[in-house]
Structures are given as C-alpha cells and as structure tokens.
C-alpha cells in the first residue's frame, strides 16, 4: 500500500524558510504526480502544490505562489517543498500524496510560522 512520511517541520519566524522532505513508497513513483497539502487548525485539507511525473511542470495554490517550490527525485522517490517568505498563515501540518486520488496519508509534518 501507498505509504508516505513527511518531516522538516518546525518553528520559523515570518519571513523565514524550511524545506520538507517526503519518503514515498508502495507504488511506482515516477508514474505518479505528486502533491503537497496542508491542513491548518479548525480548517480542510487543501492543495498547495503538484509536480508532474514528466518534464517537471509545477502548479500551486495562489496562496504560495512564488513563494514555494515543489520538486522530486525520482531516484530516491522523494519530493521536496521549499518553503520561503513564510507567513503566519502557513501554519499548519503539511503532508504529501498522490494527486489523484490521495489516500493512506502519512502523520504529517507540522509547520508554525510565529514570533
């Protein structure tokens, strides 16, 4: 079965940077795009960001866009979420997955953006 743990987390102050990693097995990796999702406290689980399988194009959610930078080693089957200019509002756990059909999500790892 898909199996995925995130970690990287932490304490940032606004205006920092962190970088995720994602360990990502159970599956053919490199067939697969694969997503960034965060849920913050009291809110739904959303999309920030997707790396296709093939020629690595990217999209994000506008809220980090320009800000993040998703990408993946397919070596390795990792994928990576480079965090910068943080904001208060990235406060949440973080978690990576397919980006179709997500299931088996992983712990998560969790972000605070905070002074």
């Known amino acids: 079965q898909l199996q995925f743990v995130e970690s990287g987390g932490g304490l940032v102050q606004p205006g920092g940077s962190l970088r995720l990693s994602c360990a990502a097995s159970g599956f053919t990796f490199s067939y697969r795009a694969m997503s960034w999702y965060r849920q913050a406290p009291g809110k739904e689980r959303e999309l920030v960001a997707t790396i296709f399988s093939t020629g690595g194009r990217t999209d994000y959610a506008d809220s980090v866009k320009g800000r993040f930078t998703i990408s993946r080693d397919n070596s390795k089957n990792m994928v990576y979420l480079q965090m910068n200019s943080l904001k208060p509002e990235d406060t949440a756990v973080y978690y990576c997955?397919?980006?179709?059909?997500?299931?088996?999500w992983g712990k998560g790892t969790l972000v605070t953006v905070s002074s």
């Open positions: 997955n397919v980006r179709s059909s997500p299931s088996y």
